[in-house]
């Protein structure tokens, strides 16, 4: 069983950077690959990023990538969203989640989730 908090989020101008964590309980969280979704108003929630158990491979949706930068820190039972060059069209509920199988962006694939941190960019 793995428990996911997010923070980090808040209000932002276009430009600007963010960063946020997830903190995950339990013993076996460098099991699990990691990944970020999000979810703007009146959209489905999309991918984000993704990180294997290890940190080695990363995996990003074409969109995101060169903006965004996964990472996490095992140690701290932890995983970051590096949010830069912040555009309105990022404003979204975003949300991490665990799962026991390798990296993907497939929602379906991931066991656990946290509860959302909320990001807004303003133009």
């Known amino acids: 069983q793995v428990q996911l908090v997010e923070s980090g989020g808040g209000l932002v101008q276009a430009g600007g950077s963010l960063r946020l964590s997830c903190a995950a309980s339990g013993r076996t969280f460098s099991s699990y690959a990691m990944g970020w979704f999000r979810q703007a108003p009146g959209k489905e929630r999309e991918f984000v990023a993704a990180?294997?158990?290890?940190?080695?491979?990363?995996y990003y949706a074409d969109s995101r990538q060169g903006r965004f930068t996964i990472s996490r820190d095992n140690a701290k039972n932890t995983v970051y969203l590096q949010m830069n060059s912040l555009k309105p069209e990022d404003t979204a509920v975003y949300y991490c989640?665990?799962?026991?199988?390798?990296?993907?962006?497939?929602?379906?694939?991931?066991?656990?989730w946290g509860q959302g941190t909320q990001v807004t960019v303003s133009s």
């Open positions: 990180i294997t158990w290890s940190g080695g491979s990363t």
């Open positions: 989640a665990a799962q026991v199988a390798g990296i993907s962006g497939s929602q379906a694939q991931y066991d656990y």
